[in-house]
């Protein structure tokens, strides 16, 4: 069975620092991972996705990076600002289909 | 409007109803899926369905049914809830037909309150 962790469960920040969130995962024969953001009480927006043949993917002050052979995935954030609160969860695909497997979040807090 | 629309946005109800939550979407995409989450448990696939003729249980689908009525319609039930479901259910749809990318696309959830 997919196991996905998220270290840490919880980061607090002041505003204008980089950080990183980490993903990891049990089985390594993923095809892809995402990245997904969630603001309180709503829904997830999906931030990135990186394929299995891809190291690294970009938008914007995110860079994501995947590393199948040791099972693990960062979530760079440049330049944090407070608007960056949310929690942030990865996920990859449960076994050869397409539902996911979801880890269980970084709740993140930049403060001014 | 919404790409995925889930209604109600929030219900109460008592143990031993029936009840159900309603999700449809505009993505024009064909695989839907129902979670639900919990505080420290984290999202939980329940059921889930790649067109209309296939329906798949999740992890945790007992006690709840599912019915894809067209393929932007996806009705989750509880047939008779009771208070531990009490949750935030959300409901996704992937599965985009030119880039073959399956990046799901979330509503904003109904939240159930059993009592």
């Known amino acids: 069975k997919q196991e996905v962790t998220q270290i840490p469960a919880a980061l607090s920040v002041p505003e204008g620092e980089n950080l990183v969130l980490n993903c990891s995962f049990t089985?390594?024969?993923?095809?892809?991972l995402q990245w997904f953001r969630q603001d309180p009480g709503k829904g997830l927006t999906s931030l990135l996705l990186?394929?299995?043949?891809?190291r690294e993917q970009t938008s914007g002050r995110l860079n994501a990076s995947l590393d199948k052979s040791s099972g693990r995935s960062t979530l760079y954030i440049a330049a944090s600002q407070p608007g960056d609160s949310a929690t942030y969860l990865c996920a990859v695909p449960r076994g050869s289909g397409y539902a996911l497997n979801f880890g269980k979040g970084t709740s993140l807090l930049v403060t001014p | 409007d919404a790409d995925v629309t889930q209604t109600p946005r929030n219900r109460i109800t008592k143990t031993g109803k029936r009840i159900m939550l309603e999700c449809s979407q505009t993505?024009?995409?064909?695989?839907m899926y129902w979670y639900r989450q919990d505080p420290g448990l984290g999202l939980r696939l329940i059921y889930y369905?790649?067109?209309?003729?296939?329906?798949n249980k999740g992890e945790i689908s007992d006690g709840y049914s599912v019915s894809r009525q067209a393929q932007a319609k996806f009705s989750l039930s509880l047939e008779s809830a009771i208070p531990n479901q009490t949750a935030l259910y959300f409901c996704a749809t992937g599965g985009d037909r030119v880039s073959g990318a399956n990046v799901l696309t979330f509503g904003a959830g109904s939240r159930l309150t059993v009592l």
């Open positions: 089985d390594s024969a993923i095809y892809n």
């Open positions: 369905s790649f067109d209309v003729k296939d329906i």
């Open positions: 993505k024009g995409h064909d695989r």
């Open positions: 990186i394929q299995s043949s891809q």
